[in-house]
């Protein structure tokens, strides 16, 4: 059983800088995959990045943030960071890690692609 757990949630001002970071427990090939999604009230969960973590360590980002966000294998280990800049009032949401063994072209921005998730990170900017 994967444990994912997110830090680095907080208030910012619109324009500002987070960065997310996602700590799991182990590493197999259930964490052949982390993911970020978000979801806020108004919306349903979204797909924020991907990290295929083995072979050429291919990442997949959402159309509308991929300007504005990084993700990357963190500074210790079993780690993937978020980074997010320009954050905007819409980008509030709690903020959730996520890890599956698949992330294929067809499955990375499915939330069903991923067997774990954190209990997620809040987010919140301020216009």
């Known amino acids: 059983q994967v444990r994912l757990v997110e830090s680095g949630g907080g208030s910012v001002e619109a324009g500002g800088s987070l960065r997310l970071s996602c700590e799991f427990s182990?590493?197999?090939?259930?964490?052949?995959?982390m993911a970020w999604f978000r979801q806020s009230p108004e919306k349903e969960r979204e797909v924020v990045a991907v990290l295929y973590r083995r072979g050429d360590g291919t990442r997949y980002y959402a159309d509308s943030l991929k300007d504005r966000i990084t993700i990357s294998q963190g500074n210790a280990k079993n780690m993937v960071s978020l980074q997010m800049d320009s954050l905007k009032p819409e980008d509030t949401a709690k903020y959730y890690c996520a890890a599956g063994r698949n992330c294929g072209v067809y499955y990375w921005f499915r939330s069903t692609a991923y067997s774990y998730w954190g209990p997620g990170t809040q987010v919140t900017v301020s216009s």
């Open positions: 182990e590493d197999t090939a259930d964490t052949n995959c």
